[in-house]
Antibody, heavy 116, light 109 residues
Framework: QVQLHQWGAGLLKPSETLSLTCAVSGGSFSGYYWNWVRQPPGKGLEWIGDINHTGYTNYNPSLKSRVTISMDTSKNQFSLNLSSVTAADTAVYYC??????????WGQGLLVTVSS | ESVLTQSPGTLSLSPGERATLSCRASESVNSAYLAWYQQKPGQAPRLLIYGTSTRATGIPDRFSGSGFGTEFTLTISRLEPEDFAVYYCQRYGSSPRYTFGQGTKLEIK
């Protein structure tokens, strides 16, 4: 049973960089896409981007200029960096495992608040 | 950009009733790449249906999905108390790679 556990800073000031990491346990890192999804308070889901086991990334064009997703296969971890955050980036951030088309396992979510 | 529009926004039903949730796409979606999720307050989404109609592991058979092209439906045949939640459809495609509908809230009448 794969498990995803995520962590990172929960409170940021405007213009800072959001950094989150997701650790994968109980399953293979290979053969999947590793995703980041966010959900502003009381709103719907937005896909941020993904990375596969070879390091190939895809990003949402709406965030592409500020997003970097990376991975450390030796630790079965992948990370999200989102630069120049504003209040509009306040959201619960989820990591999720997927194959093409759907996400079958999710992290517990982490609320990141951007406030001066 | 392909947009997914879910209806209704809120659906009020009683346990034991049948729920029908709609997801309409602005562009045709490959049926292999349409999924549904359930989300309860304070929890991560849970995959219910993938490939339009295939139930994910452990999902009860009262949940079913159907559709083609731009019109997709999630049906819950007989509502149980634990089914009251928010439901999202999701499509895989291009630019962006994934989009979600805005959600349908299924509430107890």
């Amino acid at each position: 049973q794969v498990q995803l556990h995520q962590w990172g800073a929960g409170l940021l000031k405007p213009s800072e960089t959001l950094s989150l990491t997701c650790a994968v346990s109980g399953g293979s890192f290979s053969g999947y896409y590793w995703n980041w999804v966010r959900q502003p308070p009381g709103k719907g889901l937005e896909w941020i981007g993904d990375i596969n086991h070879t390091g190939y990334t895809n990003y949402n064009p709406s965030l592409k200029s500020r997003v970097t997703i990376s991975m450390d296969t030796s630790k079965n971890q992948f990370s999200l960096n989102l630069s120049s955050v504003t209040a509009a980036d306040t959201a619960v951030y989820y990591c999720a495992r997927g194959q093409i088309g759907d996400f079958d396992s999710w992290g517990q979510g982490l609320l990141v608040t951007v406030s001066s | 950009e392909s947009v997914l529009t879910q209806s209704p926004g809120t659906l009020s039903l009683s346990p034991g009733e049948r729920a029908t949730l709609s997801c309409r796409a602005s562009e045709s979606v490959n049926s292999a790449y349409l999924a549904w999720y359930q989300q309860k307050p304070g929890q991560a989404p849970r995959l219910l249906i993938y490939g339009t109609s295939t139930r994910a592991t452990g999902i009860p058979d009262r949940f079913s999905g159907s559709g083609f092209g731009t019109e997709f439906t999630l049906t819950i045949s007989r509502l149980e108390p634990e089914d009251f939640a928010v439901y999202y459809c999701q499509r895989y495609g291009s630019s962006p790679r994934y989009t979600f509908g805005q959600g349908t809230k299924l509430e107890i009448k």
